[in-house]
C-alpha cells in the first residue's frame, strides 16, 4: 500500500467517525420527547415541517428553535396559563429558565441531551407519541 493510498484511506475514517458523532438536526424533526423532574413529566416535541417546538408541563408552550452543529438555541417560548400542583409549576418555571440558557445538545439511541450554559443538563427520552395530558 503506498503512503497516499494509505493517507486517504484514513482521511475517509477520520470523517466517516466525526459524522457518526455530529448531531444531525434533521433527526429531531417530527420526533418527541419525555424527561422526569422531580416527579413531573416535561414533553419536548420537534414539528416536522417547521423549526417550531411544542411540549407541555403544566402549561403548554411552543416556540422556535434553531440548529447549528451541535449548538441548539430556543427562542421565546409562549405558554398557556393554567395553575397546578406547587411542586409542578416550580418545575415549569425552572424548565422555561433553562430553556433560555440551553446553548448544546447530543443526540444518540433515542436520547436526547439540552445542556444550558450554566452546566445543567436535561435528558429526554424519545417516544413514538406524547403522554396525554394528566
Known amino acids: 500500500m503506498t503512503f497516499k493510498t494509505l493517507a486517504v484511506a484514513t482521511s475517509m475514517l477520520a470523517l466517516a467517525a466525526c459524522g457518526d458523532s455530529a448531531p444531525n438536526a434533521d433527526a429531531l424533526r417530527g420526533a418527541n420527547f419525555v424527561a422526569n423532574q422531580a416527579g413531573v413529566t416535561i414533553t419536548l416535541a420537534f414539528d416536522e415541517n417547521e423549526m417550531m417546538a411544542n411540549g407541555r408541563v403544566v402549561n ?15 427562542g421565546n417560548m409562549g405558554a ?15 424548565y422555561f429558565q433553562f430553556l433560555n ?15 444550558g450554559a450554566n452546566g445543567n443538563d436535561i435528558t429526554f427520552t424519545q417516544v413514538e407519541q406524547l403522554p396525554d395530558a394528566e
Open 101 to 115: 440558557t440551553v446553548e448544546t445538545y447530543d443526540f444518540a439511541n433515542g436520547t436526547l441531551t439540552l445542556h
Open 60 to 74: 403548554l408552550y411552543h416556540g422556535p428553535y434553531s440548529i447549528d452543529g451541535n449548538k441548539i438555541q430556543f
Open 80 to 94: 398557556t396559563m393554567m395553575m397546578g400542583p406547587a411542586n409542578a409549576m416550580q418545575v415549569e418555571q425552572e
